[in-house]
C-alpha cells in the first residue's frame, strides 16, 4: 500500500464506512464497521465479514458514537485551578500544559535525591491497542529512565498459572467449543463479558451438548445453562481435586495420554486423592451430589469419544489461591485426554499464540543501564503513600496516567485516594472524560477514542490480528496518545529518531514479518494459522514439552511445585465481625469503569447496587431498594440493596466499577477491596473479601 496514506481517513464528504476495531477488554476483539456522514460519525456495528464477529456487537460498543461525542467530552488541554479532587480546572494551550509538564518531569528526573524512578507510568487496558496503549509511551519512558509499572491488575495469576502448566497463555480455538458435546463454563460471565463465545456455546447446545456453569453469582449465562454450581468464592481448587479424585477412582482417565504428555503425575495423583467428593462440598459449600454428577459428566462424555471443554474466565483467579485454582483446572483435560479432540481443552486466554516482539515498539534499548525500580500497579494504594527509603527507593513524586482510571479501580481505594490528594504529588491525566482519576489531576490532557486514530490489536479471546483505522478526524483538540508522547519528547529535548515514528511506521512496526500490513489494510484482520487441535499430541510450550502438573520453577519459587487449594485470606465466616465474603463483577453494561459515563447505559443499571440473598437480608431486616452500608475495616460503600438468589447465601455481589462520583457517599465497590496479592502472578485479591452489612437508618427506596 503506498505511503500517501492520510493520518485521519474517511474526512470527504458523503457517506461511506470504515473498518475498526473495539479496542476494549474484552475477549472477542470485534471487527467494527464505523458510518460516517460527512465527517461524522453516525453508527458502530459488527463487520459481518469478520467470522468471530459475525455483525454482532455487544450493546456497550454499539453505543461508541455516544462515547465520542459525549457533551462532557475532554475537548482541550485543562491545568488544575482549585484544590485536588474538586475537579476545578482552567483551559491552557497543548504548548502552554506540554511545555510545563516537561519542566516539571524533567526537575524531578535531573534531581539526585530524587531522580527519573521517582516518575511513574499507570496505564492498563483503557485500549488494548499496541500503538495507543503502550508503544511512544513505553519509548518515552524508558527514555527517561522512570520506574517500571507491572501491569497485573486483571489477568497476571491466570497467566502464570497457564505458563506454568502449559507453557503459555494458550488453549484451544474458541469457535471450536460449537462442536463439544459438555462445556463448562467456570469463573465467567459469558452472556455479558464474552458474547461471541456465548454464540457458539449455544450453537452446541442446540446440538445437544450439556452446559455447566461454575459460578458463586447466578449470572445470566448461569440461567442459560443446565446446570448451575454456586461455589464459595475462592474454593475453586478445592472443586477441581474433587473432580480429580472421581476421575480417578473411577478410572476416567487417559493412560496414554498421561504416560506421554504429562509430567509429575504420580505426585498430583497424590494428592488428589485428598480430595473426596464430601471433603470439597464442605469447603465449597455445594451439595456433594452436583460434585458427583459434575464428575461424572466430565469423565463419562470423554470416555465415549465425545469432546468435552472448559472455558475459564479470570473471576477465579481473584483470590488469595487464583493461581493454585487456574493451575488445578488446567490439569483436568490432559488426565482425560480432552486434547486430543479440537472440541475439547480449554481456553482461559489465546494472546501466547500471537508470538510477536514488541519490542521495536517499546524499545527497551532507550534505558540506561543499572538498576530499575518496578512498583506494582495493584498496590498503588500504598506505594503512593510509601517514603523513600533503602528498600522501596525514591518517593513517588510525579504520575502520568492513561489508558485507566485507578482511583476508580485500583484495591482498597480510600488508600488511592489519599495518595492522589498528595499535594507534593505532580499528576498528568490522558482522558476523555472527567473521571474520579482526572479530579486529582494537575493537567488533563484530551486523548482520542478509537474512531480518531490507527492502532493494531492482538486477541486474547480468539487467534485474529485486527486493524483499527481512523473514521473520523479528532474532535476538537484531542490528540491520539502517542502524539502526545511525542510532543512531551520533544518538550524534554529527546532528540532519538524513534520519536518521529508515526502511527502507520508503529503498526507495521509491531506486525514483524508474521502478518502483512496490506492484507490488514484491505480487510480489517488476519487469521493466524494455528493448529485446530494443538495439543492433540503432546508439544506443550513448556521446557519439558508436557503438560505440567508438577512445576519445577514453581518448586523453587513456592517450595510446592503442585497445584493446591489455598483458602481465602478473608473468608467471611459466620460468627466473626465480617461474616459475609463480597465479590465485586462488573455491572453488565459498563466495562469495568468504562461506559460509567454514558447516559443511556447508566440508566440501565439505575444505581450502584450489592446483591443479596434473601436468607442474608432477612436476618438484617433488608429489602429491595434499601439504602445499605455495607463495611469492614478498610472502609464503607454506601449502595442500594437488590434481595435477589443471584447472591448464594454468606455472600455478597458488589456490582461495579461505578465511578466514585455516583456514589451516593462518593465511594465504590473498591473502597472495601484489599491490596493483598495473589499465589502467583503478584496479582489483586478483589473477590477475596469479607464485609458485614447494614441498613442505614434513613433508607432511599429506588423506583421500580
Known sequence: MPETITLHAATEPGSHQVLGACPHDCPDTCSLLTT??????????????????DGVLCTKVSRYTERTYHPERILRPLRRSGPKGTGQFTPVSWDE????????????????????????????AGTMGWVQGEAMADRFFNRLGASLLDRTICASAGGAALEATLGAKVGMRVEFFAESKLIIIWGSNAIGSNLHFWRYAQTAKRNGAKLICIDPRKTETAEKCHEHIALRPGTDAALAFALMQQLITHDWLDHDYIAR?????????????????????????????????????????????????????YGMQRAR??????????????????????????????????????????????????????????TIGDDLLRPCSAGFGPKIEALVVYNSNPVAVAPDSSKVVQGFARDDLFTVVLEHFQTDTADYADYILPAT?????????????????????PAIAPVGQARTN???????????????????????????????????????????????????????????????????????????????????????????????????????PPARNFLNSTFVNVKSLRSVEGVPVVEINSLDAAARNIFSGDRVRVFNARGQYHCHAEVSERARPGVLNGLGVWWRKFGPEGTNVNELTGQRLT???????????????EKCESTQAVAS
Not at 104 to 119: F, K, T, W
Not at 451 to 465: A, C, P, R, S
Not at 679 to 693: E, K, L, S, W
Open 36 to 53: 460516517v456522514q460527512d465527517g461524522v460519525a453516525t453508527r458502530v456495528q459488527g463487520n459481518p465479514k469478520h467470522p468471530q464477529t
Open 97 to 124: 500544559a506540554l511545555t510545563d509538564i516537561a519542566q516539571r518531569l524533567s526537575s524531578i528526573a535531573n534531581d539526585p535525591a530524587r531522580g527519573p524512578q521517582a516518575v511513574l507510568p499507570y496505564s492498563y
Open 261 to 313: 504428555h504429562t509430567l509429575g503425575w504420580e505426585a498430583l495423583r497424590a494428592r488428589a486423592l485428598q480430595w473426596p467428593p464430601e471433603r470439597a462440598a464442605d469447603v465449597c459449600g455445594v451439595p456433594v451430589e452436583q460434585i458427583y454428577s459434575l464428575a461424572r459428566d466430565y469423565g463419562a462424555t470423554v470416555q465415549t469419544g465425545a469432546p468435552a471443554a472448559i472455558r475459564l474466565n
Open 321 to 378: 489461591g487464583g493461581g493454585n485454582a487456574v493451575r488445578a483446572v488446567a490439569c483436568l483435560p490432559a488426565l482425560v485426554g480432552a486434547w486430543r479432540h479440537r472440541a475439547g481443552g480449554m481456553l482461559l486466554s489465546a494472546s501466547g499464540t500471537h508470538g510477536f516482539d514488541k519490542s521495536a515498539l517499546s524499545r527497551p534499548d532507550l534505558r540506561k543501564s543499572g538498576p530499575v525500580r518496578t512498583i506494582n500497579m495493584s
Open 449 to 469: 477514542t478509537q474512531l480518531e486514530h490507527w492502532d493494531v490489536h492482538t486477541t486474547y479471546g480468539h487467534t485474529d490480528i485486527l486493524l483499527n483505522r
Open 482 to 584: 502517542t502524539d502526545i508522547f511525542r510532543g512531551l519528547a520533544r518538550a524534554m529535548g529527546y532528540s532519538d529518531t524513534c520519536f518521529a515514528d508515526d502511527d502507520l511506521t508503529l503498526c507495521r512496526a509491531g506486525l514483524g514479518q508474521r502478518v502483512h500490513f496490506d492484507d490488514l489494510l484491505a480487510h480489517g484482520f488476519v487469521s493466524l494459522p494455528v493448529a485446530q487441535a494443538p495439543f492433540a499430541s503432546g508439544g506443550f510450550a513448556t521446557a519439558s514439552d508436557k503438560c505440567e502438573f508438577f512445576s519445577a520453577s514453581l518448586a523453587r519459587q513456592a517450595g510446592d511445585g503442585l497445584p493446591d487449594y489455598l483458602p481465602n485470606y478473608e473468608p467471611g465466616t459466620e460468627g466473626t465481625t465480617y461474616p459475609l465474603s463480597m465479590i465485586s
Open 679 to 693: 499465589d502467583m502472578g503478584r496479582a489483586p485479591t478483589f473477590y477475596d473479601c469479607a464485609v458485614n452489612i
